[in-house]
Every structure is written in structure tokens, then in C-alpha cells.
């Protein structure tokens, strides 16, 4: 989600709201691109303090109120400096937004040298990798920029000491909160709107995203690939319609800042989009928030904590994929050979029947017609002419034998690989649903168990010992040896009726929760012939028909939405007793058997399920 000049809008009215009248009470450059302004409201407006974050980094610019801390350098940067000599203890007179414009104007008031009162402007300018934190003297010259831009950089405006502020108009896009019904219809009907309607109205308005845009042409009931000059006047007058409700919203600061997350809601799903008002277009599921700044640093927060372990992982997924690929290859190569052994009976036969039948076949024929009498039918049976009967019989047996022995040794083999198969395809499935570092120090110990990867020096704990009790000791703890990542638990569900479920995120937690968490009376889901997570269902000792059947709907869901079919719609799912539950001796970390299940066809939506 970009961060259009809509949500720039709420944040300015949460932010005037707070800060006006605040004393800033420290300022800190917390990184290359970011100030962090620590404000002391007026009693009135809540008094204490909060932390303005203000990032122009190019790939991240944002700006919203924490009260997170983050450490700053021991000798401050010269543009920290020079706002530490103006503006601190200064006063927020106010908070402006320019238009739409993804810019936001703290005009601060304060005592210079002698003592008397002036004025400066800190501009923060979202505008992604053009973004920039700009430091204004009342009359709106340029004294620092945290990014100085010279003309060599950009030929349409210098960010210089000395020189004016003004907003570059790269585009002539209007100004959306002072558009009329009739230039807005008139708009639709110029030359310009052969473009998709949505394009068109991001392309043509200030502070108006893409996903803003898609959003009034669904409240229009229209699709936003659609062109805008196609539309019929009862369309236009509904997107209009659409539009002055949003701008209205606008006007009356009527914000409600929300957040929507990808399949599977709430915190199991990752964030997908952010908006200051409802999108109706992803439905009743959007997660409400009090303020735009709280929604920013949790969408960000959680949204970073996705992309952090995933960058963790990277190696771990490279491993498990070559290894992956290198056994596919090998196991497609062993099933090949294996088809070549099937055809050795055909030469069993054919050296029975040249013993048979040798004497009467001529010297020096290159092939004999002979009676198969396991099949009562005719065989043709290739010969050498430079061999006897009973020398070809010799060599059809050879090679019978040869062939008998290779498939007696690729048989073991491809039972093997096609088992690592599955183990790596686990592990990789575990990989996608890794939530923390302690998970992927879970699964690096089952990789190390299983030999795929070298263990780590030290990691045993000074015994020599690489057994799995060994290595639980490793991934938690204090002692020698051990590591500081915290040991990762299963997750902890409750169903609507009260009842404790529970997944493991890997194959050990598989194991844990299968064999150790559970009773022989509880109930076991997993996903059909997919590798996917282990669900255990406490059923507190009552038989498996007392049990209402909302939970095994919303057990089999986990175990839908935990596994490698979970951006499928619909997953089936085995579910067992846990007594009918067997894992073979020497069996690696999450293979079970079992003979006997039931089996039923569940969504991948937990979006309901509550989370302990």
C-alpha cells in the first residue's frame, strides 16, 4: 500500500490533534534517512511525551507517533545539529498537508539568540525515492536538507541551502477535494481517459493510489481495468458519486484507519493493505485501528518481521531446494532404471527355453521361434550366430541376474530418496510457516539430525552426543554450548467450543505435540498425501462421537491452512485417534504411519480461530 495522500491526511489530523501546542523536547537522527523528535504535549491534549518517527528513506519513508525508543549515534550528523540549534524546545504550532500532496509542514516557534521569537518549517516529503526531510526558515528558504539534491541529480528542483522551497509539479494531476461533479464528468470524456479507469484517476488526482482508485471503481461497481471513456453516464455518475463520498470523508476528517491481511486473517496472516478509510473491496475482515500511527507500526512491524525471517531462512531454503532438486533428479533417474529392470523374466524365459529346445535350432541362426510354455504361445528369441544354443542361454541368464540384482538394490535406494523427497519437502513447507528465529533453529537442528547439513562446531554441548535430547538442549537454555534463540513452541488454538488445539510448525513440533502433548483419546488431522503440519485436537476424554462437529471443521482448517495446500480453497484432510497413530522405529523427525482414518474436505480460512 502506498502511502497516498489520503492516509497523509489522517495522520495530519491525529498528529495536530497531539502535537500542536507540544514542546519539542529532544531530537535524534537515528539513521542516515530518520529524525526522531521526542514531543511534550500540552497537559490538555494528554500531556507526558511521545516519539515522532520521520523517515525519508527511499524505499520506506514514513512518518507516525511511537513510543518505541531506538538508539541514536554518540556524535549527532551536522543536519541534527543545526535542528537541535533552532528548533529544540521550540514549539508545534501546527501540523499542514498541502492539498493531497504526500507532504506534511510542522511549523515550529521558538527564541533565537536574543532572545527573540521566530519561526521554522521542517517539511517531511513521502514521495518515495524522491523522498526528503527539509529544514525552512519562515519565509520558506532552504537552510538544510537531510538529502541535499543539486541540479546534477534533478533538473526540475535543487534541495540546496540558500535556495526557495517550492513543490515540484512533475504532473498536472489536480487537486481532488476542490473538484466539481462537472469538470470530474468532463474529465471522463476528455481525449486522456482512453486509459483503464483506475490508471486514469491515480494518474490524474493528488495523493490518489492505485489501490484507492480500485477501490472507487469497485464502490461504482465497476472493474477498474475497464476504460473510462467506455463508461455509460449512469457508470460516471456512480464513480462520481464514489468519489465525492471519499473526498467528503476527507473534509470531515470521518477516518477509521484499517487493515486488511492476506488469506487467513487476523495474526496468522501477513499484511497485505492499509487504508484511512474501510476498503470495501476486501470485505467485513479488516482489523480497526484508534490512530493511523498505531496501524503503521504494527503493519510495518509485522509486515518487517515477515520479510526478516524470511531474508533469515534464505539460507536454510537454498540448502533444503539444491538438496531438494539434486534428489528429484536422482530419484527420476533410479525410476528409469528401475522400468529397464522389469524386462528381466523376458530373459530368464528366453535362456529356459533355448536349454529346452537348443538341439533343435540350427548352427549359426540369428533368431528362433519357440514354444513359451508358461503362455502356451509362440516366442520369437533373438540369437547370436557366432554362439551356441546353450552359450546364448548363458548370456540371457547373465543377464537376467545383472538386472535381478539391480532391482534388488534400487529398490532399498528409491524407497530412501523417495523418503529424503518427503522429509525435504516438509522442511520446506516448515520454511514457509517459520514465524521466528527459534523456529528456524529448529528446523537447521533437523537438518543437522538428518545429515543434511554439517552441524555446527560446539553445538553439542562439549559430549560428542548428536542425539535428539542433545539437541533440545542446544535450542534452549543458559548452559555451554546452547544458544541464546529462545526454544519455539507449537501454537496454542481454541476452538469456538472450548477445545485446546494445537500445530506444530515443524517437524519436531510434529513429533512433540503427536507423542508427547497427546493422549491415545485425542483426535490427529493432518493434510492428505501433502506435507503440512501435525493438529492435535484434547479432547478431555470424551469419545471422538461426543465431540461436536465445528471442531473438527475448524481442526481440519488448521491443518489446511498449515500446509502446502494453503492458498488452496479447499484441502482434504485425514483425522484419526491418536492411539491409531504409529511411528516406525528409526523413522526421521514427523513421519508417522497409520491404516485406518477418516477423512474430511476443509477451507483454509482460521481467520475465526482464536489464538492463545
Known amino acids: 500500500m502506498a502511502f497516498d495522500g489520503i492516509t497523509t491526511a489522517c495522520l495530519r489530523a491525529e498528529l495536530a490533534e497531539k502535537l500542536t501546542g507540544g514542546r519539542i523536547y529532544k531530537i535524534a537522527q ?29 524505499s520506506l519513508p514514513l512518518c507516525y507517533l511511537t513510543q518505541g525508543t531506538k538508539p541514536a549515534p554518540l556524535v549527532a550528523p551536522a543536519f541534527c545539529m543545526l535542528l537541535r540549534k533552532h528548533i529544540q524546545n521550540g514549539k508545534i504550532l501546527s501540523v499542514e498537508q498541502p492539498g493531497l500532496e504526500r507532504i506534511l509542514r510542522f511549523t515550529v516557534e521558538h527564541r533565537n539568540e536574543m532572545g527573540d521569537l521566530c519561526r521554522h518549517v521542517l517539511v517531511l516529503e513521502l514521495m518515495g525515492k ?34 526557495t522551497y517550492f513543490i515540484p509539479q512533475t504532473r498536472a494531476k489536480r487537486e481532488p477535494l476542490e473538484e466539481t461533479r462537472e469538470s470530474f464528468l468532463a474529465l471522463l470524456e476528455s481525449p486522456q481517459s482512453a486509459a483503464p479507469v483506475a490508471s486514469f484517476l491515480s494518474g490524474s488526482y493528488t495523493g490518489l493510489s492505485n489501490v484507492m482508485a480500485e477501490e472507487l471503481c469497485w464502490e461504482a461497481q465497476l472493474t477498474h481495468e475497464r476504460s473510462a471513456q467506455a463508461l455509460t453516464v449512469e457508470e460516471r455518475e456512480r464513480l462520481w458519486q464514489a468519489f465525492d463520498r471519499l473526498m467528503e470523508r476527507v473534509r470531515t476528517q470521518s477516518f477509521l484507519p484499517t487493515l486488511y491481511y492476506k488469506k487467513g486473517g487476523g495474526a496468522a496472516g501477513v499484511p497485505q493493505e492499509y487504508a484511512a478509510v474501510p476498503l470495501t473491496m476486501y470485505g467485513a475482515e479488516g482489523r480497526e485501528f484508534a490512530s493511523m500511527s498505531e496501524l503503521l507500526e504494527t503493519f510495518y512491524a509485522e509486515k518487517n518481521a515477515a520479510t526478516r525471517i524470511r531474508q533469515k531462512s534464505a539460507d536454510l531454503r537454498r540448502i533444503v531446494q539444491t ?100 522429509q525435504l519437502e516438509s522442511i ?16 537447521r537442528r533437523e537438518l543437522e539430525e538428518c545429515g543434511f547439513v554439517r552441524r555446527r562446531a560446539g553445538t553439542d554441548g562439549g559430549n560428542g552426543k548428536s542425539g535428539r535430547n542433545s539437541g533440545r538442549s542446544q535450542a534452549g537454555g543458559k548452559g555451554p554450548g546452547r544458544s541464546r534463540t529462545p526454544e519455539s513452541q507449537p501454537l496454542h488454538y481454541v476452538s469456538s467450543d472450548g477445545y485446546d488445539m494445537y500445530v506444530g510448525k515443524n517437524n519436531i513440533q510434529n513429533d512433540e505435540i503427536s507423542f508427547r502433548l497427546a493422549n491415545g483419546g485425542d ?52 483425522y484419526l485417534e491418536r492411539r491409531n497413530l504409529k511411528k516406525p522405529g528409526g523413522a526421521k523427525p514427523g513421519f508417522v504411519v497409520y491404516y485406518t482414518n477418516y477423512s474430511i474436505i476443509a477451507g483454509t480460512d482460521i481467520s475465526g480461530l482464536r489464538q492463545v
Request: aromatic share 8%; hydrophobic share 35%.
Open 428 to 443: 520446506r513447507t516448515a520454511l514457509e510457516l517459520s514465524e521466528n528465529e527459534g523456529d528456524l533453529a529448529q528446523i
Open 30 to 58: 537515528t539513521d542516515t534517512d530518520e529524525l526522531v523528535l521526542t514531543v511534550k504535549p500540552e497537559v490538555s491534549r494528554g500531556g507526558g511525551q511521545v516519539r515522532l518517527y520521520l523517515s525519508a528513506d527511499p
Open 323 to 422: 538438496i531438494l532438486e539434486r534428489d528429484v533428479h536422482k530419484y527420476d533417474l533410479q525410476c528409469r532404471q528401475m522400468k529397464d529392470t522389469e524386462k528381466r523374466d523376458k530373459y530368464r524365459v528366453y535362456g529356459e527355453l533355448l536349454n529346452t529346445y537348443g538341439y533343435s535350432i540350427p548352427e549359426g541362426a540369428k533368431s528362433a521361434v519357440l514354444d513359451n510354455y508358461y503362455t502356451n504361445e509362440p516366442v520369437t528369441v533373438p540369437l547370436d550366430p557366432t554362439l551356441t544354443p546353450a552359450q546364448n542361454a548363458r548370456r540371457y541368464f547373465d543377464r537376467y541376474t545383472k538386472l535381478k540384482r539391480t532391482a534388488e538394490s534400487l529398490s532399498e535406494l528409491t524407497k530412501e530418496v523417495k523418503a529424503e523427497i518427503d
Open 523 to 574: 483426535l490427529w488431522f493432518h493434510a492428505n498425501d501433502i506435507p503440512g503440519s501435525h493438529v492435535i485436537v484434547k479432547t478431555n476424554g470424551k469419545k471422538m462421537e461426543e465431540i461436536p462437529d465445528r471442531v473438527f471443521e475448524e481442526a481440519a482448517s488448521l491443518a489446511a491452512y498449515y500446509s502446502k495446500g494453503r492458498e488452496q480453497e479447499k484441502v482434504e484432510i485425514d
Open 130 to 163: 524522491h523522498s526528503n526531510l527539509i529544514f525552512l526558515s519562515e519565509d520558506g528558504v532552504i537552510l538544510d536538507a537531510i538529502k541535499r539534491i543539486s541540479s546534477m541529480v534533478s533538473s526540475v528542483r535543487e534541495v540546496l541551502p540558500g535556495r
